[in-house]
């Protein structure tokens, strides 16, 4: 009894600390502030109309039609019949956004580190060396939030894997299953896949020892367990996956019907992403020792200077007022390596990164092997284009890999690794049947190479040119000398940061090396560490994520201004869409106040994509009117944004003369650079080869036009003397849409590459198009089914749990 409750005690204290900790590094949450996050703020403007919908209506609509010309609201934050384990991790997640990430970092750091039989002191010191980890810290600052929302469950995941070849079998598979129905909620299947890529790894080795010790029965029997778990997990979120699944089809992530580029070039790769875009983010190879030295290539592509630096006193030479400089020089490109452009470095910490070191000669067994092997996967593979050879094959022949891009992403494999391995160091330190020369030596070799490669960069600093990709632009200020400034700047920084690191590291390879020498005991060199660890990410966190980080919470609630241009043609209440030439094609910003072709997602609708580089960047006028774009937004000479009204846009719907058969999808975009899309639609007679070329006699008071809109029903009244076929400007997904005529369900068919089309019979008529997916339903009944399962199992492991204990205390 006394040990249950000492048990209760310790882990109520560590998680009460782990709450202090997040709200204490966010704690501007704490005065009712939300965090600026850019990724969110686009978030919200594509989610505008469904969230309206929904508070409207209390219905979800899974469709929405202000972005991208109409998309599934699948990956918009959908909300599905069923979604218990949504629920169940609201409440995990308790805390104020994003304080609510940075606890359940830690949370699941501790207990993967607890499963690992590691003491409750140092596993709270791994969990801050874990939470604190500065690119865990970045991506928050930047709004990827689904991301550090996955991360934050892979330890989880990880211990009930531990757990199970613990032999821990039920409470291994309980908490497995629910690790893994948390970690799909969390809806970033990027960082799933690239820890399941560990976990082969780490079977591989568990195989290899399974083999080595006679235990092979032990193995299969813990790799079934797990496999159950896992497919009980992604069962319990059947709907999201079937529904992601079937909109990744239709998305730029799925296999292209295309075989040329806009040229008529062909096309290399027609099964989803291009290697080119899948290794835009590559890490550099020399880069990745930041996650030693942190400014080693700079950090941030925009990085405050401050006053001390040579480009604010050029700025201060140059007569620039204080106020001025300081201004410019809060924001300058002081990023120089291989990526496009970065937030901020994955630095893990100098501590941390001494006592992995330490953790490769000290620590023995199969856990040092599949961290290790874990952690160089990572690494390697984060090279992307800079180590193509891997990547290359990869992309080539593992499966799905080709469906992600930023391939630097795959260090959050590495960022889990490196932690768990430093503390299983320390563990080894306290455990008095490892030999002290063991513990010695290690502590040697560790101290080698850590001073070793500091000095090796020292040497290095001459062949490094200190260029940034974006430095001839600061030309065209009129500051000429300002590159060279900057890039005496990042020579300091590069220096400043590399001896910061080293001088970690020595302090505590000395405080090691008194421990070993009984000059203090465990415990304080415990607390030492982990003041150490805290005190260099948290300094370094703060560089990029910070309280200038945190707004007023109506500027995220309400993220874009509504300019004149936006109001004005808000004056037209009717249904219509609006292309903003200032605002580009990434940006939610028109999403947010109207429907328009453009918005933000990392997978796109393919088709609007293809539209967009076949023929509205080289402005086809026939597209955008079929696309029914009312307005178009530019910008004068003066800076000052106004609308232009389209008045050729074809509307909501309209009658065509004649149905134009083509062979595939090559032809059929390639027929809308002349085609008269007013009269004149084609269609892949391949694809629907039930429908008929047609020429019709128009009926010049023929009408259709829509009466009625919601964003998943829309109500068109037809009037027509003769049969016809309609056209729609509408996406064309044939998922969940379902078309009707005076109630009674029609087919419909997909023309001119992206839109709906339907045949309608003379007379007077009503047209409904309902999305109604099937997925939804379908999945939701896999869900609950799952859900049940789940809380079942759970609940008998407790009653076994308890009649075990009894069983064992009556005897």
């Not at 995990?92 to 690992?116: E, K, N, T, V």
């Amino acid at each position: 009894m006394k040990q249950g409750l000492k048990f209760f005690f310790i882990h109520f204290f560590v998680i009460a600390f782990f709450i202090v900790a997040a709200l204490s590094y966010f704690n501007p949450v704490l005065q009712g502030k939300v965090m600026y996050q850019h990724d969110i703020a686009q978030y919200t403007g594509m989610a505008k109309e469904q969230n309206d919908f929904r508070k409207a209506n209390d219905q979800e609509p899974y469709w929405t039609n202000s972005a991208f010309g109409g998309m599934p609201t699948y990956q918009l934050g959908a909300n599905y019949p069923h979604n218990y384990i949504k629920k169940l991790d609201r409440v995990i997640r308790f805390l104020p956004r994003p304080a609510d990430y940075l606890f359940l970092y830690m949370l699941g750091f501790y207990i993967l580190l607890c499963c690992l039989k590691v003491d409750y002191r140092l596993a709270v010191v791994g969990a801050l060396a874990f939470g604190f980890s500065t690119y865990l810290i970045i991506i928050l600052g930047a709004g990827h939030n689904a991301k550090a929302h996955a991360i934050a469950y892979l330890p989880v995941l990880l211990a009930g894997i531990v757990l199970v070849f613990r032999k821990k079998y039920l409470w291994g598979f309980v908490l497995t299953a629910l690790a893994m129905a948390l970690e799909i909620t969390a809806n970033h299947y990027q960082m799933t896949y690239y820890f399941m890529l560990l976990v082969l790894i780490l079977g591989v080795v568990y195989l290899v020892y399974a083999i080595k010790e006679k235990e092979i029965k032990h193995f299969g029997v813990s790799v079934g367990i797990l496999l159950m778990a896992v497919i009980l997990g992604i069962a319990a979120n059947a709907t999201g996956l079937m529904a992601t699944k079937e909109y990744a089809d239709w998305s730029t992530r799925g296999k292209s019907e295309l075989t040329i580029n806009p040229d008529g070039s062909p096309k290399q790769n027609t099964d989803g992403l291009s290697k080119a875009y899948i290794t835009n983010w590559s890490y550099g190879i020399t880069e990745s020792l930041n996650l030693f030295v942190p400014r080693l290539f700079g950090g941030a592509s925009q990085e405050n200077l401050g006053e001390e630096s040579k480009s604010y006193n050029y700025l201060i030479d140059k007569g620039l007022p204080r106020s001025s400089a300081l201004e410019f020089v809060s924001g300058l490109p002081l990023y120089w390596g291989d990526q496009p452009g970065t937030s901020g470095p994955a630095y893990l910490g100098a501590v941390v990164f001494f006592l992995f070191f330490l953790g490769l000669f000290l620590v023995k067994g199969k856990h040092k092997w599949w961290l290790l092997f874990g952690s160089l996967m990572s690494l390697i593979l984060s090279w992307g284009k800079n180590f193509s050879i891997v990547t290359d094959f990869m992309i080539d022949y593992f499966p799905f890999y080709d469906k992600f891009r930023a391939v630097s992403s795959i260090q959050i494999v590495l960022e889990l690794c490196v932690p768990i391995l430093a503390i299983l160091a320390l563990k080894k330190l306290a455990k008095d049947k490892v030999p002290a020369m063991d513990k010695i030596t290690s502590l040697k070799l560790s101290t080698i190479v850590i001073i070793g490669v500091g000095i090796i960069l020292f040497l290095f600093k001459g062949s490094f040119d200190f260029v940034g990709a974006a430095d001839e632009n600061l030309r065209m200020t009129g500051l000429e000398e300002l590159p060279e400034m900057l890039r005496l700047d990042r020579k300091s920084v590069y220096t400043s940061d590399l001896l910061r690191s080293l001088g970690f590291a020595i302090v505590t390879a000395l405080l090691v090396w008194f421990y070993l020498k009984q000059k203090i005991k465990f415990n304080y060199l415990v607390i030492a560490i982990g003041i150490l660890i805290v005190f260099d990410l948290v300094n370094v966190d703060l560089r990029y994520v910070n309280n200038d980080n945190f707004v007023s919470k109506r500027k995220m609630l309400e993220p874009f201004k509504e300019s004149a241009a936006n109001k004005m043609i808000a004056k037209d209440d009717g249904v219509y869409r609006v292309f903003d030439q200032t605002d580009g094609f990434d940006s939610a910003k028109t999403a947010y106040f109207h429907q328009t072709i453009t918005g933000y997602h990392a997978a796109k609708p393919a088709g609007m994509q293809d539209l967009f580089d076949f023929h509205i960047y080289n402005g086809n006028l026939s597209v955008m009117n079929m696309l029914n774009v009312k307005y178009v937004i530019r910008q004068n000479q003066e800076g000052k944004t106004f609308p232009i009204e389209n008045p050729n846009a074809n509307g909501n719907a309209w009658f065509v003369q004649e149905l134009l058969p083509v062979s595939n999808a090559n032809e059929e975009i390639k027929a809308l650079d002349s085609l008269d899309t007013k009269n004149r639609a084609v269609f892949n007679k391949t694809r629907f080869s039930t429908i008929s070329p047609l020429s019709y006699e128009m009926d010049s008071t023929a009408t259709i036009s829509l009466s009625e809109y919601e964003p998943n029903h829309l109500i068109y009244t037809s009037k027509n003397k003769n049969d016809g076929v309609a056209v729609f400007s509408e996406m064309y997904y044939k998922n969940g849409w379902n078309a009707y005529i005076d109630g009674k369900a029609v087919d419909h068919f997909k023309v001119n590459y992206v839109l709906r089309a339907l045949n309608v019979p003379a007379g007077n008529h009503t047209v409904e198009f309902k999305f109604e997916p099937e997925v939804v339903a379908q999945g939701s009944r896999i869900t609950l089914a799952s859900n049940i399962l789940l809380v079942l199992i759970f609940l008998g492991g407790i009653g076994f749990t308890f009649w075990k204990t009894k069983k064992e205390g009556e005897a």
